[in-house]
């Protein structure tokens, strides 16, 4: 590992640290010390590459949002159709609920803090716009707007329930606001 400001990684390990420590103890329990300690570098290494730690939170959920919108284009860009894009968003549903716990986790805490903070909020709704920009590719802009929530309830009931509920209910919900 190269050491001093001439590590090209190590900015990319403080992001990467942060988002595991957000999905260990949350949000609350993050602070440069603890980045540090996780991304192993030194101390100085956050000050000199971030503002602060709200600069670092949104650069690591900025990343994170990056990542759920490249599973999202991943099932989409494959559709050709609005039966396919039908199945697709199916498809997503259940690949976001049945994926890493760590994806919900990072979701919940950024909707969180999103809910209590306008600059989170400004993030949330860039990546929603996004999601609903892939949607849109293959439904009117009504229709995307329906189905991304759609997507995200049904992500969250799936991941949360004992007994999540079978693809054929997703697939029946997605035909539901698709066929209007």
């Given at each position: 590992?190269?050491?001093?400001?001439?590590?090209?990684?190590?900015?990319?390990?403080?992001l990467a640290?942060?988002?595991?420590?957000?999905?260990?103890?949350?949000?609350?329990?993050?602070?440069?010390?603890?980045?540090?300690?996780?991304?192993?570098?030194?101390?100085?290494?956050?000050?000199?590459?971030?503002?602060?730690?709200?600069?670092?939170?949104?650069?690591?959920?900025?990343?994170?949002?990056?990542?759920?919108?490249?599973?999202?284009e991943e099932?989409?860009?494959?559709a050709r159709?609005?039966?396919?894009?039908?199945?697709?968003?199916?498809?997503?549903?259940?690949?976001?609920?049945?994926?890493?716990?760590?994806?919900?986790?990072?979701?919940?805490?950024?909707?969180?803090?999103?809910?209590?903070?306008?600059?989170?909020?400004?993030?949330?709704?860039?990546?929603?716009?996004?999601?609903?920009?892939?949607?849109?590719?293959?439904?009117?802009?009504?229709?995307?707007?329906?189905?991304?929530?759609?997507?995200?309830?049904?992500?969250?009931?799936?991941?949360?329930?004992?007994?999540?509920?079978?693809?054929?209910?997703?697939?029946?919900?997605?035909?539901?606001?698709?066929?209007?």
């Amino acid at each position: 590992m190269a050491t001093g400001h001439t590590d090209p990684q190590r900015r990319e390990r403080i992001l990467a640290a942060t988002l595991d420590l957000i999905v260990d103890d949350g949000v609350a329990g993050v602070s440069h010390r603890k980045i540090a300690t996780r991304a192993d570098v030194p101390l100085g290494s956050m000050t000199y590459h971030f503002t602060g730690i709200d600069d670092v939170l949104r650069q690591a959920f900025t990343r994170f949002a990056d990542h759920i919108v490249a599973v999202f284009e991943e099932h989409l860009s494959r559709a050709r159709g609005p039966e396919q894009a039908g199945e697709a968003v199916t498809d997503l549903v259940h690949a976001l609920s049945d994926g890493p716990r760590r994806d919900l986790i990072l979701s919940q805490e950024l909707y969180t803090l999103a809910a209590r903070h306008p600059e989170y909020r400004e993030l949330t709704q860039q990546w929603m716009q996004r999601s609903r920009h892939l949607l849109e590719q293959h439904f009117d802009a009504d229709t995307a707007r329906q189905l991304d929530a759609l997507i995200e309830g049904l992500t969250l009931h799936r991941a949360l329930d004992a007994s999540p509920h079978h693809r054929e209910l997703t697939r029946q919900a997605v035909a539901r606001i698709t066929a209007a």
